[in-house]
């Protein structure tokens, strides 16, 4: 890979922080966003109207546009008035899917985006790619890497729980992915990136090893730090191989055939406990189990409402959904007799 395709697009600024979205108008100053001035600002319907409120006094008149869902529907109307407006920058203040729809009609705008993240759910805050819902399902589109990324954790102590929490079972399952890319390159000579790789792993061990929960704002900036690393880590490999392996197969097809059934964060937590299960790596299934259950996320199908069949099924339907990679799934090869027993066996070793 030459040189050049390998350097990182760093953010001009990431914080972490209180009272992060009342200082926005500061970063808007700087020229390297917008000359200009001209920034649009993107919320969510849930806490839009609070958003509004707070960013109010720093950014004056600037334009505020309501993101109704994370539909590509939605995205591509917002980049529709990105365009009409010939704003220099969009900011996208909110969770997953406001991001997600924020960073996607940038693109279409052909102008940078900046994220603002009031929830910790995964690390879509600052990856290169945009998750959202088309008539088809749900679809990962690529685009740009946020110009500058903020996380106020006044607002992800106001978030529910259960959508914070979720970022650790996204970021732990990285040591999965990791495990699956390795085994790419030594069957099938998939080339690997050593630092996409450390950044990853650095990511996952952040949170794995800490004893305090979202409750602190310390176990919080580690939680917003380790996800920002993941994101940049897919930056650097230019793929989300290092975030994203059987794992994120398994929370894909459970999205398909049973779609509402928990997030992307718990399903991923899931996903990476059940493939070191397939791995036979008790150590570190000891490992990921014990993290999820610190931080009451669910770790068998169960706990998520899924019965053995239906977990069978996502397992069996998972490598369909990103042809060509090859993780741990495609590598054994189970039928689905073979599934099901290896299901059963999970729930044996880590029920509670």
């Known amino acids: 890979m030459p040189i050049l395709a390998r350097m990182l697009p760093a953010p001009l600024t990431m914080e972490v922080r209180r009272g992060a979205i009342a200082q926005l108008g500061a970063l808007l100053a700087d020229s390297r966003v917008a000359t200009s001035g001209r920034v649009a600002v993107a919320v969510g319907t849930s806490q839009g109207d609070r958003i509004a409120e707070v960013i109010a006094p720093s950014l004056g008149e600037a334009r505020v546009f309501r993101v109704p869902d994370g539909t590509v529907d939605a995205a591509v109307s917002l980049g529709a008035d990105l365009r009409k407006g010939a704003y220099e920058a969009v900011v996208g203040v909110g969770g ?13 705008a052909g102008i940078p985006m900046v994220a603002v993240a009031t929830n910790l759910s995964h690390d879509g805050i600052c990856s290169p790619v945009a998750s959202l ?7 990962s589109f690529g685009v740009p890497m946020p110009l500058a990324i903020m996380v106020d954790l006044d607002f992800v102590h106001d978030a529910p729980a259960a959508l914070v929490r979720s970022g650790v079972g996204d970021v732990v399952s990285n040591l999965s992915a990791i ?5 790419g390159n030594i069957e099938r000579g998939e080339p690997i990136d050593g630092l996409a790789i450390s950044m990853a792993r650095t990511a996952a061990e952040a949170v794995l090893g800490r004893s305090d929960s979202i409750e602190s704002d310390s176990f919080l900036t580690v939680l917003a730090e380790a996800l920002i690393l993941s994101g940049m ?5 230019g793929s989300s191989r290092p975030s994203s392996g059987g794992d994120h197969e398994i929370l894909h097809a459970v999205d398909q055939l049973y779609p509402g059934t928990s997030n992307h964060g718990e399903l991923a937590g899931i996903g990476a406990a059940f493939c070191f299960y397939l791995r036979e790596d008790s150590r570190r299934l000891d490992d990921v189990a014990g993290c999820l259950r610190s931080h009451d996320l669910p770790v068998v199908p169960g706990d998520v409402g899924l019965t053995l069949e239906q977990f069978t099924a996502a397992v069996m339907l998972a490598p369909s959904t990103r042809p060509g990679r090859y993780t741990i799934l495609e590598h054994l090869r189970l039928s689905e007799t073979e ?14």
Not at 96 to 108: N, P, Q
Not at 133 to 139: C, F, T, V
Not at 179 to 183: G, K, N, T, V
Not at 233 to 237: E, G, N, R
């Open 133 to 139: 819902i088309h008539e088809g399902g749900k679809g």
């Open 339 to 352: 599934v099901r027993a290896k299901v059963e066996g999970y729930v044996h070793a880590v029920g509670r």
């Open 233 to 237: 880590s897919m930056v650097i490999a």
């Open 179 to 183: 495990e699956d890319w390795h085994l």
């Open 96 to 108: 997953g899917k406001t991001i997600d729809a924020t960073k996607y009609a940038a693109s279409l």
